[in-house]
């Protein structure tokens, strides 16, 4: 237990010596929503093989931007898939093989149900093709190039632009996944940039100031945003977005179904429902850079308006992922 729970600190300290955080104890709303000013908004995200990005499999699929001035003036646009590698196709025949052997055990248990052969394949496991699947890959959106060519050009595109802010949701995560795509290929990392995590952002400011006016008189808008981040996470991935409408317009007595709601779900997912933004194509790069840019919108109104609540939201110093800043390390 002692040398699994050294390699989590290990793990983490790496993780922020590589990316670094900015860290502001006394941040308020009033803070955050000033720092978009004068800056280029560059929404982006990134579609991948897995959850790591330090296999040999690990590849960006799919990367795209959506640049705006501060006014909201559209600025240009960035998106590209990529060719998957040979490791990764060989992935890919490799579970392909796995889950063929496992069907065979499984028939051969139902004729034999005493056989005690070991599963070689988990179910609820999600394969490469089942990921290539979830995000789109094979539809025809977007022009394939290599990998290589994808992630220096993003960084291109970045940096074209006047004093640059990267949004995304779940940044952390997607710049792990460039920079370490940008290391594959010798090609250094992102310059050092200031990077808004809008998952934080949600989680450190949206929540706790729902929380507080889930106690009050909250608005008709915010009570279905309330309940809206409670609707269990299966209903939210199986619903299209017109769905998800129509079910929050049949709740009944809404201002009641509200004050009961105990845990709130902040995927993107959640959120475009719960600001009635409408996304198509979930989980493919290009249209959850574009959503985002509209809950950002939505939710910088939001802020705005109960900004005069700022001092219950500073944080202390050891939170320092509390609104999600990042930059890269020194180098």
């Known amino acids: 237990m002692k040398k699994f729970l050294q390699e989590i600190i290990t793990s983490e300290v790496k993780k922020i010596m590589s990316e670094g955080f900015y860290e502001n104890p006394m941040t308020t709303i009033t803070d955050i929503l000033d720092s978009f000013q004068d ?41 590209f898939k990529t060719e998957l590698s040979p490791s990764v196709t060989s992935k890919i025949d490799k579970e392909k093989q796995k889950q063929i052997q496992q069907r065979e055990i499984e028939a051969r248990r139902k004729e034999d149900p005493a056989s005690n052969e070991k599963d070689v ?5 999600k394969s490469i093709e089942d990921i290539l699947d979830m995000t789109g890959y094979q539809k025809d959106t977007a022009p394939v190039v ?8 993003f960084k291109n595109f970045v ?69 809206a981040l409670s609707f269990p996470a299966k209903d939210i991935k199986s619903l299209s977005s017109e769905e998800i409408k129509q079910k929050l317009d049949s709740i009944p007595d809404l201002e009641q179904r509200y004050k009961t709601v105990n845990k709130m779900f902040v995927s993107l997912g959640h959120l475009t429902a719960g600001f009635d933004v409408n996304l198509t194509n979930w989980h493919t790069a290009i249209a959850d ?18 900004e005069h609540m700022d001092t219950r939201f500073d944080l202390p110093r050891k939170r320092a992922r509390e609104i999600g800043y990042q930059r890269s390390k020194k180098r």
Do not use: C
């Open 159 to 227: 940096v074209s632009f006047p004093n640059p802010l990267l949004i995304a949701h779940n940044a952390t995560f997607d710049m792990m996944q460039i920079n370490n795509g940008l290391k594959r290929h010798n090609s250094g990392y992102m310059p050092k940039l200031q990077v808004l995590d809008t998952l934080q952002l949600v989680n450190n400011y949206m929540k706790p100031l729902l929380k507080i006016l889930q106690g009050g008189s909250a608005s008709p808008r915010v009570q279905r945003l309330i309940v």
């Open 121 to 125: 394949w988990n179910w609820k496991w």
């Open 146 to 153: 290599e990998e290589k060519e994808a992630l220096e050009g």
């Open 289 to 306: 850079a574009k959503a985002l840019s509209k809950i950002l919108l939505e939710l910088s109104q939001l802020m705005s308006t109960y």
């Open 39 to 79: 800056k280029t908004l560059i929404f982006f995200d990134t579609e991948t093989t897995g959850l790591s990005g330090t296999k040999e499999f690990s590849q960006v699929t799919e990367i795209a931007a959506v640049a705006f001035d501060s006014q909201g003036q559209q600025l240009g646009e960035y998106h």
